[in-house]
């Protein structure tokens, strides 16, 4: 028997208690996994309290990333005590997640843990961490280099975006940050590496189709007018790496940016990515984060205090990483 934080449905509410269970009760998978840490975000938050409508199909477990060592497989790629890590694959929505004891999933959802980086540190990067890495080398395999100019991070305080700004700049890119809390985030983005902040005000508002080249290229968490935006201003021959939609799943723009300006705009899911890429991009991560991104604000909790979390972070009074230790 072990530990599961279990949503519910009673009545259209959520309610998430802590159980016992067995793996018996677990879903299908190839790979049966000791959890040793989970993670804790906004999304996450939403499900849990059922503010957001997250889930659909109940019971679940929550947490859409995991990390922790292999108990059985049936696969030949994982043998019992390999270290694995999962981001992504609709885990904690569709199909059970991290806020377990164990878990058991496909093997095609897992990679293995990079060396030098543990269990901690990887959830500390999450599937956020891995999608900026994802954004960057998509930026680079589509030529855009560090001497091409200043290169745009939307959304840069949110978990994607400060990850993205932290290793362009490691990279040797200057990179401007969009914020809409410029007092409150400024120092905080220039701390990681940004050499000058953007007003969020510059960019939302829908503007002209083609405008003013400013970006050599850039990363977008944020999508519909923002992207268009970025992308009328985006140089001749530059991309723009989109991986949001918080801003909803509208493009409001014209080919002109493609067209006369070649400029391309690449699409980036964590979940469907090939795995040679997915773990390229962990080892990556090692190499480039540097120490003091492991230092920065950070709570690790237990399964039992996730409840209460859940609730403080949909109402913005958590900053920082939420760690879960199983």
């Not at 409150?184 to 003013?212: C, F, H, Q, Y």
């Not at 990556?284 to 984060?289: A, G, K, N, T």
Request: hydrophobic share 45%; proline share 4%.
């Amino acid at each position: 028997m072990f530990k599961a934080l279990i949503l519910n449905q009673e009545e259209k509410k959520t309610i998430a208690s802590i159980e016992q269970i067995d793996a018996s009760q677990l879903p299908e998978g190839e790979v049966l996994i000791d959890v040793d840490h989970s993670s804790l975000n906004y999304k996450d938050g939403l499900a849990i309290t059922g503010k957001g409508k997250i889930i659909r199909n109940f019971p679940m477990v929550p947490g859409i990333d995991l990390v922790g060592k292999v108990a059985q497989s049936d696969d030949s790629r994982y043998q019992p005590g390999d270290d694995v890590v999962l981001t992504g694959w609709g885990v904690g929505e569709n199909h059970w997640g991290g806020m377990a004891q164990q878990a058991r999933l496909q093997a095609d959802h897992l990679v293995p843990l990079a060396a030098g980086l543990t269990g901690k540190q990887a959830m500390m990067i999450g599937t956020a961490g891995l999608t900026a890495m994802l954004c960057v080398q998509a930026l680079q395999e589509a030529g855009v280099t560090p001497d091409q100019g200043e290169v745009l991070v939307t959304g840069a305080s949110g978990g994607v975006g400060s990850v993205a700004v932290t290793l362009l700049a490691q990279l040797g890119y200057t990179v401007a940050a969009v914020t809409g809390r410029s007092a409150e985030n400024g120092e905080m983005l220039k701390a990681l590496g940004a050499s000058r902040i953007v007003e969020r005000s510059e960019l939302a508002e829908l503007g002209r189709p083609l405008d003013k080249q400013r970006w050599a290229g850039a990363v977008d968490t944020v999508g519909s007018a923002m992207l268009a935006n970025v992308l009328a201003q985006t140089q001749y021959d530059g991309a723009v790496a989109a991986c949001g939609l918080a801003g909803g799943f509208d493009l409001p723009t014209t080919v002109m940016p493609f067209i006369l300006r070649n400029v391309k705009l690449l699409g980036v899911d964590s979940v469907m990515c090939p795995f040679e890429k997915r773990q390229r991009a962990w080892q990556r991560l090692v190499e480039l984060l540097p120490a003091s991104f492991y230092e920065q604000a950070c709570s690790e909790i237990t399964l039992e205090q996730v409840p209460e979390y859940a609730e403080a972070i949909t109402q913005g009074q958590v900053t920082g990483r939420v760690v879960i230790t199983l």
